[in-house]
């Protein structure tokens, strides 16, 4: 977990973005075009404890209903794309997109997100 002033450091770089800030992780968004919502960074204390989902659920209740909710990820965040993929994001791969790396964007409706956040 990044202390405070790292989170604020990771922030200043994201001008108009929402934080949702908890005491047991934070999640980052902003509104897209197509009125979609781009999931920027999300941080958890201890993973497997429904932390995540708890986070997606209060974003989703911050948000008004939009087309998607979409996210970009390292392909070597399996940990990640396990927990987007069991909220039912469906993932593909984006090559360059990461200077050193492929990257994965996930997408998933958001009425589907809220179904799989209240379950």
């Given at each position: 977990?990044?202390?405070?002033k790292?989170?604020?450091?990771?922030?200043s770089?994201?001008?108009?973005?929402?934080?949702?800030?908890?005491?047991f992780?934070?999640?980052?968004w902003?509104v897209?075009?197509?009125?979609?919502?781009?999931?920027?960074?999300?941080?958890?204390?201890?993973?497997?404890?429904?932390y995540?989902?708890?986070?997606?659920?209060?974003?989703?209740?911050?948000?008004?209903p939009?087309?998607?909710?979409?996210?970009?990820?390292?392909?070597?965040?399996?940990?990640?794309?396990k927990?987007?993929?069991?909220?039912?994001?469906?993932?593909?791969?984006v090559?360059?997109?990461?200077?050193?790396e492929?990257?994965?964007?996930?997408?998933?409706?958001?009425?589907?997100l809220?179904?799989?956040?209240?379950?």
């Open positions: 977990m990044r202390k405070i790292e989170i604020q450091e990771r922030l770089q994201y001008a108009g973005a929402y934080c949702l800030h908890k005491r992780g934070y999640i980052v902003q897209s075009t197509g009125e979609n919502v781009e999931i920027l960074f999300i941080s958890v204390i201890a993973p497997r404890k429904g995540g989902k708890r986070l997606l659920k209060e974003m989703c209740e911050e948000i008004r939009f087309n998607s909710v979409f996210v970009f990820r390292r392909k070597c965040n399996e940990q990640a794309g927990f987007y993929r069991a909220m039912g994001f469906k993932e593909m791969v090559k360059g997109l990461y200077k050193d492929d990257a994965v964007l996930g997408v998933v409706n958001y009425d589907e809220v179904k799989r956040c209240n379950q």
